[in-house]
């Protein structure tokens, strides 16, 4: 696990990296352009009017994130991630045909996909750099295999159950009905990974096994 | 057809009732579950306060409007609301600044309004392709993804479409 972690250190450095561009984009050009037009007496307002709705955003969804973090710990002891990966099996199997004789495997993929299935984010992330590193393990390939691309698409179009974030900002917003995004959400993640999936599996065909 | 009412009580009915009658210790694991969602909150927090803020000086100064003016002519006649470009082009790259941009669509468009129920939708079937890539490819040293970017792009595309025009045909 010690290796994870400093791994996962490193590519955070990769994604700051690659945010140290947007972010001061985003702020140079929006005093850049407000300097052309002439608007910038509003600026400082919105600089401090950001700070304050970035605390009402934090206070508006951490509640909800700590309760549903909660729950999800009582699930996965309850053995309720298990059960889930358990149904995903045969269908992961058919779609990653290299992972199917390794029990050990199949057992970080499933329970990638679960954990993720009940927005376990936390839970999620080290399964899935487990099933990385098996799949890799004996091999140490610089290119990604078939098995590896289906796997961090599937990861990439995340199905979730419950949208508890969203749902907790909409209900600061004044929504009356929160959760009224479910049904479309699943509908969208799964068009999402029907497409992703059925493309890698294209390519497969056309492009060899490398 | 409102399905979202149903997921959260159904969800807790089975996930306690199960643990009871396997004798967990139910309150306990609940505290434990939580703490640890408070460790993620504080770890999130510095990045969406830099993210709000950014965003907030984009929509004051007036170029996000201009921006979104400059894209609508193009996502118009396809019947994407251009108001959803900006989060359209951050979810892939940014968990925090993709929340960040949500918010300010409720805010200016309204939460419950046609464009706001999209973008929810749009943020709840998307991912952080990039940072999942990086970080699960990064972790076994892998250099060359092949046709993971592509696939993972696809994916993310029709997941945006698919949120407009879901929303659209059943109202979210």
Redesign the interface.
């Known amino acids: 696990m010690a290796y994870?972690s400093s791994?996962?250190k490193?590519?955070?450095k990769?994604?700051d990296f690659?945010?140290n561009y947007?972010?001061s984009g985003?702020?140079v050009?929006?005093?850049l352009?407000?300097l052309f037009?002439g608007?910038?007496g509003?600026?400082t307002?919105?600089?401090m009017?950001?700070?304050k709705?970035?605390?009402a955003?934090?206070a508006a969804?951490?509640g909800m994130?700590?309760?549903?973090?909660?729950?999800?710990?009582?699930?996965q002891?309850?053995?309720?991630t298990k059960a889930i990966a358990r149904l995903f099996h045969p269908a992961l199997k058919r779609l990653m045909p290299e992972i199917a004789d390794d029990d050990e495997l199949c057992g970080a993929v499933s329970m990638n996909i679960s954990a993720n299935l009940l927005g376990l984010?936390?839970a999620a992330?080290p399964l899935?750099?487990e099933a990385?590193?098996l799949?890799?393990k004996g091999l140490?390939?610089?290119?990604?295999s078939n098995s590896?691309?289906v796997?961090?698409?599937l990861?990439?179009?995340?199905?979730?159950?419950?949208?508890t974030?969203?749902?907790a900002?909409?209900s600061e917003?004044?929504?009356?009905?929160?959760?009224?995004?479910?049904?479309?959400?699943w509908?969208?993640?799964i068009?999402?990974?029907?497409?992703?999936?059925s493309?890698?599996k294209i390519?497969e065909r056309g492009?060899g096994a490398? | 057809m409102n399905i979202g009412v149903y997921v959260i009580p159904s969800a807790l009915l089975l996930i306690i009732a199960n643990a009871m009658l396997k004798r967990l210790p139910v309150f306990e694991l609940f505290l434990q579950g939580a703490r640890q969602g408070i460790g993620a909150v504080f770890k999130i927090m510095p990045s969406i306060l830099a993210l709000v803020c950014a965003v907030s000086m984009l929509r004051s100064s007036g170029l996000l409007d201009f921006l979104i003016g400059l894209v609508s002519p193009i996502l118009q006649p396809l019947g994407f609301p251009p108001e959803l470009f900006p989060l359209a082009l951050l979810r892939p790259v940014s968990g925090s600044g993709a929340l960040a941009v949500l918010d300010d669509i409720y805010k200016s468009c309204g939460v419950d309004s046609f464009i706001g129920r999209a973008a929810s939708v749009m943020m709840g079937s998307t991912e952080t392709t990039f940072y999942a890539i990086a970080i699960y490819y990064g972790s076994v040293g892998i250099s060359k993804t092949r046709h993971t970017v592509p696939c993972a792009l696809a994916a993310d595309f029709t997941g945006m479409a698919m949120a407009v025009l879901s929303t659209r045909l059943l109202g979210g």
């Open positions: 994870l791994a996962i490193n590519l955070l990769i994604g690659m945010m947007i972010w985003i702020i050009l929006s005093i352009y407000s037009t608007g910038s509003a600026l307002n919105s600089v009017d950001g700070a709705s970035a605390l955003l934090i969804t951490a994130m700590c309760f549903w973090s909660g729950i999800m710990r009582i699930a002891c309850g053995g309720i984010g936390n992330t899935g750099l990385m590193r799949m890799n140490g390939r610089r290119t990604a590896m691309v796997f961090v698409v990861n990439t179009a995340s199905i979730q159950l419950v949208p974030t969203i749902a900002l909409r917003n004044g929504s009356c009905d929160p959760m009224g995004i479910t049904l479309n959400v509908l969208c993640s068009a999402a990974l029907v497409v992703g999936i493309l890698a390519f492009g490398a």
